[in-house]
C-alpha cells in the first residue's frame, strides 16, 4: 500500500463529488438535498403523516428544520397536506425529472465497478464502522 493516502482522504473526496454532483441536479430543480429526501419520502409511501416524515429523516435534519421545509414546499405546490402529505402534480414531475437525473450520475459513479468491489467496499466500510463504534 505503498504511496496511498489514508482512507479518510477517499472517503471524503468520493462524499465530496457525490454530494456535489447530486446537490448541482437538485440546483437544477431548485429544491435541497432535505427537499429531495422529502419528495423522495413521499414517493415511496404514496402519501405520509407529517409527524413520521419527521421521523423518517431525524438524521438529515431536525424537526424543525423538516417542519419549515414541508411548509415552504406547501407554499411552492410541490406537496400538499390533509390528513397526510402527498405529491402534487408539479411535485411528481419534479420527483421523477430529478431522480432520472440521478440515476444517470450513479450510474456514472459506478462506472467499471463490478458488483463485486462495490460489495466489497461496503463490507469494509461496514467493518471501519463498526469498528468505530
Known sequence: MKNKLPI???LKK???LLTEGINDIHKEFEINRTQ???LNSINENDSIDRNQIIDILREFADKETISNTI???I???LIIEGTELKLTEKGKDVFKKCFQKQKEFRHKSMKNISEQEYLQTITTLEKI???LL
Open 14 to 16: 468520493a462524499d465530496n
Open 8 to 10: 479518510g482522504y477517499y
Open 129 to 131: 464502522i463498526d469498528n
Open 71 to 73: 411548509d415552504k414546499m
Open 36 to 38: 429531495w429526501q422529502i
Open 75 to 77: 407554499n411552492s405546490e
